[in-house]
């Protein structure tokens, strides 16, 4: 049976606008660590992503995530050097023994989705929130910040941020012309990361690494 393209639901806002404002901690040259899902060996999304991207360039205001960038942002740890080796190393070896026995594959991208910054791919997984709540309770023991209780958790990887107000017209207009459709992910990398966001630009250094399997 031959699949059909993914639905698209739009946030509740007035008008698009910048993603790339500094938030409260952040500047030029901050590096932070964080939990990511990372997708270096996922085919089927990248082909997605670089069609996503082929056809978003044509439209003024929208940054395209290259596909070694793309990201699902889990748990954030603390900027780079709140929590001493030792501490960094011994929170590492917790989540990684947790998400061991966590069942988060395969993940499943079957929406798109745009937010007032942005636009992405939608992910549903059998076990991703579990797995980010024990993050959020590993990482509050090992010093960093403690989850916060109302926090709605949205899994999802960007495929574009919004540089200034877009048209929500042309937007469309080129997310039809990319026609993108259900993907799936089987083994995606659960990844410390050293991040920083220079430049309009998502980037980072892996400090730590799992892959995931069912």
């Not at 929208?62 to 709140?82: I, Y």
């Not at 259900?182 to 659960?190: A, G, K």
């Amino acid at each position: 049976m031959p699949s059909h393209p993914v639905p698209r639901q739009r946030g509740s806002f007035e008008r698009t606008r910048d993603h790339w404002w500094w938030r409260e901690g952040w500047g030029p040259g901050t590096r932070y660590l964080t939990w990511h899902l990372t997708f270096e060996v996922a085919t089927a999304l990248h082909e997605a992503a670089q069609r996503a991207g082929e056809a978003l360039r044509t439209v003024a205001g929208v940054d395209v995530v290259p596909v070694e960038w793309l990201h699902l942002t889990m748990t954030g740890v603390g900027h780079s050097g709140d929590l001493d080796p030792a501490t960094l190393n011994e929170h590492v070896d917790s989540v990684f023994s947790a998400a061991s026995h966590a069942s988060i594959v395969p993940l499943v991208f079957d929406r798109l989705f745009i937010y007032q910054e942005g636009l992405c791919l939608s992910a549903t997984s059998p076990g991703l929130q579990e797995l980010r709540k024990l993050q959020g309770e590993l990482v509050s023991a090992a010093g960093g910040p403690a989850p916060d209780p109302d926090e709605v958790f949205y899994p999802h990887v960007s495929l574009g941020y919004f540089s200034q107000e877009i048209s929500e017209e042309a937007l469309s207009d080129a997310l039809e012309l990319a026609d993108l459709h259900q993907v799936v992910v089987v083994s995606p990398r659960l990844s410390l990361i050293e991040l920083g966001r220079d430049d309009r630009m998502y980037t980072w250094r892996v400090v730590a690494q799992q892959e995931l399997r069912s």
